[in-house]
């Protein structure tokens, strides 16, 4: 091997370490800042972290439910109105009336599988973003991870507490500035029978959430701009009945916060150090849209 050859090729670990670095730094809350190559010149960030991913030292982890017409829905009781049944119609299919093209029409409402809840959803935030005014700075942030899976599966009208938060940050620290909260109960597992992930009964659906004091303080105290769970909706099944009804809806959106529902695959992700990504359609005057959902993970 050659002196440029061996060169090159320290350089190029030397990046790859610096973006694994960046990201982690990142995920932390940290401001991002430019890599330094080992020979003390600026390099590229993106360049960097490009090679990463291409290297396979960061995964992608989708966090998203396939969206289609098996996707559970919520259902509202009456006077209230549903969203209906995600639905696709064909266009064409290499056919007469399409011969060299396959496409699609589709309908279903804002909130339909893995979805983004925008702040005027909710009426506290009926004056906040819709989904095309969102920062987009704010749809790319550090993931935190609080596993309740066994909590839930022992109680799946389980309430996610300030208790619960305080251990977490006793374990790895405080939460990070920006970042998002995903709340892991195992509920994904249910995401292709409507009937066992609303797991309803005749007092109500019962699925996990969180309690009103928490929801007060993401909203008002905390750093968090957003929240994620494998439910059907932030709030917890039975959350119709607190007061005030639906602590997540009623706080967070109108703290101009967001929620994000029916993730996948929170299972994969590290209890920190994940970097999570948004896309919502940029639909104007939506209050939320379908989304794909991925973070980034350090191998």
Not at 53 to 82: C, K, R
Not at 161 to 171: G, P, S, V
Not at 247 to 270: D, E, I, M, V
């Amino acid at each position: 091997m050659s002196k440029e050859t061996a060169s090159n090729a320290r350089m190029a670990r030397s990046d790859v370490s610096n973006a694994r670095n960046a990201l982690e730094r990142y995920s932390r809350g940290a401001t991002p800042r430019p890599l330094a190559s080992a020979g003390g010149a600026g390099v590229d960030t993106l360049a960097s972290f490009v090679e990463s991913l291409m290297s396979g030292s960061i995964d992608v982890i989708d966090l998203t439910q396939p969206l289609s017409e098996a996707t559970p829905m919520i259902q509202l009781p009456p006077p209230f109105a549903n969203t209906p049944n995600w639905r696709t119609h064909e266009i064409s299919h290499y056919d007469e009336k399409g011969p060299a093209w396959y496409w699609n029409w589709f309908e279903g409402g804002e909130h339909a599988g893995t979805h983004f809840d925008a702040p005027i959803h909710w009426i506290t935030g009926k004056d906040r973003d819709d989904v095309a005014q969102v920062p987009v700075r704010r749809l790319v942030g550090p993931a935190v991870v609080i596993d309740k899976s066994r909590e839930a599966q022992a109680n799946p009208d389980y309430l996610l507490t300030m208790n619960d938060i305080r251990a977490f940050e006793r374990q790895h620290g405080s939460l990070p500035e920006g970042c998002w909260l995903l709340y892991r109960t195992g509920w994904d597992t249910r995401a292709n029978d409507q009937k066992a992930f609303l797991n309803a009964n005749e007092t109500g659906p019962h699925t996990p959430g969180i309690d009103i004091d928490l929801a007060r303080w993401l909203a008002s105290e905390s750093p968090v701009v957003g929240v994620g769970v494998e439910t059907v909706g932030t709030d917890a099944g039975a959350a119709h009945s607190f007061n005030p009804p639906f602590p997540c809806h009623q706080f967070l959106l109108g703290a101009n916060k967001y929620g994000l529902t029916q993730l996948a695959n929170l299972a994969k992700l590290p209890s920190t150090g994940a970097v999570l990504l948004v896309a919502p359609l940029k639909l104007v005057k939506g209050s939320g849209s379908p989304c794909r959902a991925l973070a980034l993970v350090q191998r």
